[in-house]
């Protein structure tokens, strides 16, 4: 693809967050180059001059894609086939993060949906191991070496995932030096030019320890089946938030070995949904499996089917499931229609573990009674942390804060849709 490529998403590269990490201290590293990157993505003019959609007048909405490329040391482990997770840790920055930017884009009025007839922004956040100063050894092809995690390295990201359509970075003296790092590796693997490079309003990042205050056993191995459940209609941040947390959790074998991780989406069926507030603008269930799959593709490090208007190669495995194949086959996503609480964890004992949310927990409890009546294992229970408004220390007490959590629900974008109301204008009830 083209440098100059419209369909292509654009990345922000993030230096490290501060250490330790709080939620106003990330504000005030990331919020002013969020800020900045989402005021000129919406603004509708490139670098170059063009409009931002510029071939794809026949839509009539269009959604860019943004990949926030957080990078900061995630991942414990010599071998890359031997890599652990600090999934606490991840799950717990993703959620400030995208609480953040889902603040930003409130403030701006910014629309996420897609859907609302003009251009809208997808924010999608992604972890890349690295710290200040490390390098990377390239294996027996010449080539850097995925690990076994959905966590790539620097130089595995910028040498395997492209093309972008701008690179933008804070001006700081960290952002400057992870420019340099990423462009030296993806030498050769794609072109830049000079205006695709784009640098923002910094930051003030103050770390009190160069060492992350994590505990040998905050670092965990990956699982060989994990699974989740939920709606996922509108694709919005808790659910972005949820699907990359359950991604976290595999195990990813190494690609030609014939084995592969496998990751379970339950997606309720259309008959489930019929009571749903503003059901007239539900999407369909192949739409909303479709939708995940083109997110997932961001988590598994394709880029090239990343952008808004392609999704990746899938394939039909049954009127009620959806399979997509990543990081060159060794990950399988299964989206499954499933038509009661519970799906394939109770009709498929080969899995390993499961993610929820506050609001789901009573759901992988009940999915673990069932489970034990069956004499299988229990399943390994891991819950998200919520978007919080009040937590971030975004927005003060009042209407604001209490209203953040409907505004970001698939209930507050259905009515937004019907109603043709901006995320400003409206603080329904979630559902």
């Not at 967050?17 to 603004?43: E, G, I, M, N």
Request: net charge negative; proline share 6%.
């Amino acid at each position: 693809m083209a440098p100059s490529s419209t369909s292509a998403p654009s990345l922000l590269l993030l230096p490290a967050p501060p250490l330790p990490l709080d939620s106003h201290s990330l504000a005030a590293a990331y919020r002013p180059p969020l800020t900045a990157v989402f005021k000129r993505l919406t603004s509708g003019i490139t670098t170059d001059g063009t409009t931002i959609n510029g071939n794809n007048d026949n839509h009539s909405h269009n959604s860019h894609v943004l990949v926030i490329a957080i990078t900061c040391p995630i991942l414990t482990g010599l071998s890359p086939r031997r890599k652990s997770l600090n999934w606490k840790a991840a799950q717990s920055l993703l959620a400030r993060v995208y609480t953040l930017a889902a603040v930003i884009c409130d403030e701006l009025d910014i629309d996420t949906s897609g859907e609302l007839g003009v251009t809208s922004l997808d924010p999608r956040i992604v972890l890349v191991d690295h710290e200040r100063h490390r390098t990377y050894q390239r294996n027996h092809d010449g080539e850097y070496e995925a690990n076994c995690t959905s966590v790539l390295d620097l130089a595995a990201f910028a040498s395997t995932v492209h093309p972008w359509r701008t690179v933008f970075h804070p001006s700081t003296e960290a952002g400057y030096e992870l420019l340099s790092a990423f462009l030296a590796y993806s030498e050769g693997k794609q072109i830049l030019l000079q205006n695709q490079l784009v640098a923002l309003e910094g930051g003030i990042t103050m770390s009190i320890s160069d060492t992350p205050p994590f505990a040998g056993e905050d670092f965990i191995q990956g699982r060989d089946v994990v699974c989740l459940g939920g709606t996922f209609d509108h694709l919005h941040p808790g659910h972005k938030l949820l699907l990359h947390a359950t991604a976290l959790l595999m195990r990813i074998p190494e690609k030609d070995t014939g084995a592969q991780g496998v990751l379970i989406v339950g997606i309720s069926g259309d008959e489930l949904l019929r009571n749903k507030k503003y059901a007239e603008v539900l999407q369909p269930w192949g739409e909303r499996a479709a939708k995940v799959l083109q997110f997932l593709s961001t988590i598994f490090n394709s880029a090239s089917s990343s952008n808004a208007g392609s999704s990746p190669p899938t394939s039909t495995h049954s009127p009620d499931e959806l399979h997509a194949t990543f990081r060159d086959g060794a990950v399988l996503v299964r989206c499954v229609n499933i038509h009661d609480p519970f799906g394939p964890t109770i009709s498929e004992e080969a899995v390993d573990a499961i993610v929820v949310s506050g609001e789901t927990r009573s759901g992988g409890e009940a999915i673990n009674v069932k489970r034990a009546e069956r004499g299988w294992k229990p399943l390994e229970v891991f819950e998200i942390d919520v978007l919080d408004a009040h937590e971030a220390g975004e927005v003060g007490g009042g209407p604001q804060a209490d209203g953040f959590a409907s505004k970001i629900s698939s209930t507050a974008i259905r009515q937004r849709i019907v109603q043709g109301r901006s995320p400003a204008q409206v603080a329904g009830p979630s559902q």
